[in-house]
Each structure stands twice: as C-alpha cells, then as structure tokens.
C-alpha cells in the first residue's frame, strides 16, 4: 500500500484522502489510534482529529504514520529512503 501526498493534498485523481486511508488501513490492520500513538508518539487527539478530517498532518508526521501502518510514503514519485 501506498501513502502519498496526494493524499494529503486531496488531489484530483488521488484514490482516497488521508482520513479515509488512515481509517481504512488502520481498521484493515486491527490496530488503534492508540497503538499508531504508541509508535509515532503523534498526540492522540491530533491522530483522532486526522481520522475524522478536522485536521491535516504536516508531512513528516504524515510519513510516521504511513510508516507505523507499513505503507510507504512517495512525494512526487520518489519513494522515502531511495
């Protein structure tokens, strides 16, 4: 699975926004907002404020989350690490 910052953006064209991939993957893999708190140390309140649209991450802490879940975080088609 991918994690983009198209996402992020809310782009045209993007499959799904970053709440919707947040909630979906996190659900797909049984693991809570706090567990995800648990890896990335990200605020509880501002991971439950991602998953329902309130807020949007900066990109670092977009990319530990991506990370917590096993996905992988791509800007402009360049994937993290490469």
Known sequence: MVCCAEL??????ASMNF??????TREAKGKSLYWIHQQTEIDL???RRYEHGLSQPTIPKAEAICRALGATFTIGG???GA
């Open 19 to 24: 709440k919707d991939f947040l909630k979906t």
């Open 45 to 47: 309140t501002m991971l």
């Open 8 to 13: 992020l953006a809310g782009e045209k064209g």
């Open 78 to 80: 360049e994937k993290d």
